[in-house]
C-alpha cells in the first residue's frame, strides 16, 4: 500500500514546527514515531498535503520529575516509559500500560505524544491520563494551552489539538503518599488493540477511606472517557470487595461500547466490570503491601 | 512532487537514492538498493516481514518512510552473516528447524537480534514477548524459540571466549 502523494519537512527546533503549523493549519499532519500516523497514509484514510517530521526535534524526549509532575516529551516512546526505573517505582500504571502497547517494535518507535494525538478510541494512554488527571501541553506561534486530559480527548480520533499546535508534553501530577494504580488490558490476540482497557488510581486518607479516585476506560465508547460514577461511589469508602463490585458495575453501566469483532455489547460491558474489578484489586494490593 | 535526497548507511556501506516523500523504507531497501532479503508480509504493521535495525531499534520498515530514515544506520539480513559464515542466529535457525516456508524468517532474525541485544540471557517468555510483533504462520514458534536460545548460549559463549584473554593479563 502505497501513501497519496505529500511533501515533507523535517524541522530541527519547535520554533520552526510552529512557524511551518501556522502556516498550513488544517493540511499538515504531525510524524513523530509513524505506528499511528503511516497506516493512515498508507489506507489513505489521511492524505495531508505536507508530512512534518519531529524525529528530529531537540527538545521533546525529556522525563523529569518538575513542581509536583512528571513531565513526559510528547516524543518519548513507549519502550521508554517502559524501561524507565523510576517510573516503574512510582508510577505504576504509566509503566504497566507503556508494557503492553502494541509489540516491541511499536514500542521503540511508537511516541506518548503520536499516540494521544492521533486518539485512537482503543488506545491506552488516554485512560492511564485520565485515571490519573494528567494535563497535555500544546504549543502554537500563540503560546501554549495546558488541557486536562479529562477535556482532551474529544470524540473517536479528535482531541482538543488545534490544527496549528504542536502537542509538545504530557503531565502527569507527582502521586502522594498512600497511593497505588494499576492498568489492566484485555486483548484478545498478543499485540491487539485493547477489548476494554482500564487505568485506575486510588488514595487512601488517614481515616482508611479512599479520598481521590481516577478510573479511566478505554476501548469501550466513541473516546477514552472518566468512570466518574464508580469514581463518586469509591470517595468515602473503605477498600474492598463489595465497594469494588459496585464501583465496577458502574464503570460498565457508565460505558458505550459498541459490537465489533471483538464481541457485542452485552459481553464489552461484562469485561469492563470484570476489568475495572479486577485494577482497583491489584491497586487496594499496592496500597497494603504487607498485608 | 518533489523528491528527497536520502542518504543512509546499511549494512556498513554508504547507500544514496532521491526517493518521493511517501517512499516507504521497506521499498527503498528492496526495490531501489534490491535488498530484497526484507520481506512485505501484511504491509499493515501487523505480521515484521519486514523488521530491520534501525540506529540500533527494531522497526517494521513497511511504517516507516524512507526520508525518516535520511541519516540513519540500517542493518537488514543481508547484513547478518560475516562472508560464508552465517550470523550465529542463521545457523541456530538451521539447526533447530526454527523455519518451514521461511517467509517471516529475515524479520524473525532481525528481531530477535535486537533482543539479544537488550538482554543476551532470556527466558523462553521473554523470547516469545520480544518476537510478540513477527507472525509465523507454519512452526507454532516452539523451533523458534529454541532457535532464539541456541544462538543466545552460542553468543554468550563467543563473548565469554573474547573476554578471556583480558581477563588473563
Known sequence: ?291 | MSTRHVTVTVNGETREADVEPRLLLVHLLRDMFMLTGTHVGCDTSNCGACTVIVDGRSAKSCTMLAAQADGATITTIEGMAAGAALHPLQQAFWDQHGLQCGFCTPGMIMEASWLLGQNPDPTDQEVREGIAGNLCRCTGYVNIVKAVQAAAGEMRAKQDAAAEPAAAR
Open chain 1, 1 to 291: 500500500m502505497i501513501p497519496a502523494e505529500f511533501e515533507y519537512a523535517r524541522p530541527r527546533d519547535v520554533g520552526e514546527v510552529l512557524r511551518i503549523l501556522s502556516e498550513h493549519a488544517g493540511d499538515a499532519k504531525v510524524l513523530s514515531g509513524g505506528y499511528s500516523l503511516l497506516p493512515l497514509l498508507k489506507l489513505r484514510l489521511a492524505s495531508p498535503a505536507l508530512v512534518v517530521d519531529i524525529g528530529h526535534v531537540a527538545g521533546l524526549d525529556g522525563i523529569a520529575e518538575q513542581d509536583g509532575e512528571l513531565r513526559i516529551g510528547a516524543r518519548v516512546t513507549h519502550a521508554r516509559l517502559a524501561a524507565d526505573a523510576d517510573i516503574a517505582a512510582r508510577y505504576l500504571v504509566v509503566h504497566e500500560a507503556a508494557g503492553g502497547i502494541g509489540d516491541p517494535q511499536v514500542r521503540n518507535w511508537g511516541t506518548i505524544g503520536g499516540s494521544c494525538a492521533h486518539a485512537d478510541p482503543s488506545s491506552d494512554w488516554p485512560a492511564v491520563l485520565i485515571a490519573t488527571r494528567a494535563s497535555l501541553v500544546c504549543r502554537s506561534v500563540k503560546g501554549d494551552r495546558t488541557i486536562a486530559a479529562r477535556d482532551f480527548f474529544v470524540d473517536s480520533f479528535q482531541t482538543a489539538i488545534e490544527p496549528d499546535e504542536l502537542l509538545v508534553e504530557i503531565r502527569i501530577p507527582t502521586p502522594a503518599a498512600g497511593t497505588a494504580s494499576a492498568y489492566k488490558k484485555l486483548e484478545r490476540r498478543a499485540g491487539d488493540f485493547a477489548t476494554v482497557g482500564v487505568a485506575v488510581q486510588l488514595h487512601l486518607g488517614a481515616d482508611g477511606r479512599i479520598d481521590h479516585a481516577g478510573v479511566g476506560l478505554t476501548a469501550v465508547a466513541e473516546t477514552p472517557f472518566a468512570a466518574t460514577k464508580a469514581e463518586s461511589q469509591l470517595v468515602g469508602a473503605h477498600p474492598g470487595p463489595e465497594i469494588f463490585r459496585q464501583a465496577a458495575e458502574a464503570a460498565a453501566e457508565q460505558s458505550r461500547p459498541s459490537e465489533d469483532r471483538h464481541g457485542p455489547v452485552d459481553y464489552k460491558r461484562a469485561m469492563v466490570a470484570e476489568m475495572t474489578g479486577r485494577a482497583l484489586t491489584a491497586a487496594a494490593a499496592r496500597l497494603h503491601p504487607t498485608a
